[in-house]
């Protein structure tokens, strides 16, 4: 098992950062661990995450602004967001999952949820 617990969420103007963390505990391996977010009416989507190499891949609508990292000795997961936007407003996840040899799976069928942190971006 693995517990997940975010946090960092707030309301920021448009063009302002936020530091989400999700801190991770249990004995089930992550080797590949990601950020989700859902907006209401819409459905999850994947933001980002990161492989056991450190290697991560974004959704195109990040456009750089946002940076995922990990502290493996702290067992937590970032992600810095730069530069938000109105659109940005949703509900974050954290999530992991064993992965396949140190790599992300192709699907996002992530093992282990957060209950999430909520980002609210104003005009």
């Known amino acids: 098992q693995v517990q997940l617990e975010e946090s960092g969420g707030g309301s920021v103007k448009v063009g302002g950062s936020l530091r989400l963390s999700c801190a991770a505990s249990g004995s089930d391996s992550r080797d590949c661990m990601g950020w989700f977010r859902q907006a209401p009416g819409n459905e999850r989507e994947r933001v980002a995450r990161i492989n056991a190499y450190d290697r991560s891949d974004y959704a195109d609508f990040v456009e750089d602004r946002f940076i995922i990292s990990k502290d493996s000795a702290k067992n937590t997961l970032y992600l810095q967001m730069n530069s938000l936007k109105p659109e940005d407003t949703a509900m974050y996840f954290c999530?992991?999952?064993?992965?396949?040899?140190?790599?992300?799976?192709?699907?996002?069928?992530?093992?282990?949820w957060g209950q999430g942190t909520q980002v609210t971006v104003s005009s």
């Open positions: 999530a992991a999952d064993p992965g396949l040899g140190g790599n992300c799976k192709s699907s996002d069928l992530f093992k282990y």
